[in-house]
């Protein structure tokens, strides 16, 4: 034999007896669900509808859970418009996890949001464990336990409580637990 085949033969047995092997049954495996479909950083959305602007969402990361149908956002800034595209609600946020099937969603950490139409302001304080969530069925937006609340108004009226649910169905907003603060209330002939 030559010395290259036998120095070949060599190499193959080495690699035989001391090659590596994948253990696929490791049960501290990560799970598939786990693990995005998609992944954006320094993201923009817009979604418009027959060539106008609707909303548009931007942020630092965008996960699309395909298997649990649900969407993640961190650290995130939206704009709502009306029909001229002039901005008319606006916010930031922590984190939001959102379910893709209904459109429910989970708002953790701080929210920040304004109307520029209605002239108020909103922030929800949620720390580690608290937030908002959103029915989107029910249009409803209501207060994790531990969440506090604040409003004001371009009028300086300004109100706080523990805790707060507000339909938009209904148009009506409920504080609850520990409310303090000034409210000017609207009359007939406010703008």
Do not use: H
Not at 166 to 171: A, E, F, V
């Amino acid at each position: 034999m030559r010395p290259f085949t036998l120095l070949a033969i060599g190499f193959c047995l080495l690699f035989a007896f001391t090659g590596c092997t994948l253990d696929l049954t490791n049960s501290s495996s990560v799970n598939p669900d786990d693990i995005p479909l998609l992944v954006m950083e320094d993201f923009v959305q817009t979604t418009t509808q027959e060539g106008r602007k609707l909303y548009s969402v931007q942020g630092k990361r965008y996960e699309n859970f395909n298997a649990r149908q649900e969407i993640r956002l961190k650290e995130f800034s939206f704009q709502e418009y009306d029909s001229e595209g002039t901005v008319v609600s606006e916010g930031r946020a922590e984190k939001a996890t959102i379910k893709t099937k209904s459109n429910d969603a989970r708002i953790e950490g701080t929210l920040q949001a304004k109307s520029s139409k209605q002239g108020v302001a909103l922030t929800v304080e949620g720390g580690a464990s608290g937030g908002v969530d959103w029915n989107n069925d029910e249009k409803r937006m209501s207060t994790v336990e531990g969440s506090r609340v604040r409003l004001s108004k371009n009028d300086g009226s300004r109100i706080s409580a523990q805790g707060m649910v507000l339909s938009l169905k209904t148009n009506e907003l409920v504080l609850e637990k520990a409310v303090t603060g000034l409210w000017k209330a609207e009359t007939k002939n406010d703008d």
